[in-house]
């Protein structure tokens, strides 16, 4: 939403500046530079980019019209986590391996589908049970064994804001490229009347015009806003990691929890008492079923 917001913002202050300095916007109107600027940079993307890159690239571009994690996103986490936690606590780490060999059908994990939509958490979380369930690794090596998978994790979803950052570097250049097209064509009719000349150029100068304008106003933000979503992406794993990782150094369920709370951004934190009393009312809630 905000993506629309804020195009709707860049095109029409640019369209209204334009149009209060005595513009035509129909004179912006030029198919063929829009076709020599927005192909070559789609060309450009797909010669430079390998094919899985341009699938999650793809994918991220979805990340425009749905919001990050919110709150409500992150308490369901923290009461998963302190479900989990307290099975462990009363039946063993054991107690969890079919809960994360069958995440679907886990009687609780299905509780929180807000958590289960999230492929890459719920590999996260239940590969690390089940290095717990192994056995024969300390906390320090626990740590840097999930430490590793965060950082490849972001190296790889940071791939496709890379590539597309690249891509708007490239517009002005591009842009240029179509400017001296049509600097080409107004030579071809240099013999033409003035009107017709004028026309020309001015077509050719909205081709330099276009490639500045989508890569400062457009596609250069865009690429800032997918880094910015994948850093928020992985908080989201810090915030699993934390919780597990304190688990497995000997806390209590409640305490681990709070770990795990500690690491979520402050705009979307729940306060400590709104998650303990969330978290309250699941283990209620459970107990209540296994009665």
Request: aromatic share 6%; hydrophobic share 45%; proline share 5%.
């Amino acid at each position: 939403m905000l993506l629309l917001i804020g195009a709707v913002i860049v095109l029409g202050s640019v369209a209204g500046g334009y149009v209060m300095h005595g513009g035509h916007l129909l004179v912006l109107n030029q198919p063929s530079e829009f076709l020599v600027i927005g192909g070559a940079a789609i060309g450009s993307l797909i010669i430079s980019t390998p094919l899985p890159v341009i699938k999650r690239l793809l994918k991220h571009l979805g990340w425009f019209f749905k919001g990050p994690a919110g709150r409500q996103d992150y308490l369901d986490l923290l009461a998963m986590q302190y479900q989990l936690y307290r099975l462990a606590q009363q039946s063993g780490v054991m107690a969890l391996e079919a809960h994360c060999d069958d995440p679907a059908n886990s009687s609780v994990f299905s509780k929180y589908p807000r958590f289960l939509v999230r492929g890459t958490a719920v590999r996260f979380l239940t590969d690390s049970i089940k290095v717990i369930i192994l056995g024969g690794v300390s906390a320090h090596d626990l740590e840097a064994l999930m430490d590793e998978d965060l950082e490849v994790h972001e190296q790889d979803e940071m791939r496709p804001a890379s590539t597309l950052a690249r891509v708007s570097d490239a517009l002005p250049g591009l842009g240029i490229v179509a400017a001296v097209l049509g600097v080409v064509i107004t030579m071809q009719a240099i013999d033409g009347p003035p009107a017709e000349i004028g026309h020309k150029v001015a077509a050719a100068l909205v081709g330099t015009f276009l490639g500045i304008l989508l890569c400062y106003g457009l596609v250069g933000p865009m690429a800032t806003n997918l880094e910015q979503r994948v850093e928020e992406e992985s908080r989201y794993l810090i915030c699993i990691k934390a919780g597990l990782l304190a688990l497995y150094k000997g806390c209590a369920p409640a305490i681990a929890v709070e770990f795990a709370r500690r690491t979520i951004p402050g705009e979307v934190r729940p306060a400590f008492d709104e998650t303990e009393e969330y978290c309250r009312a699941t283990r209620s809630e459970a107990t209540a079923e296994a009665a």
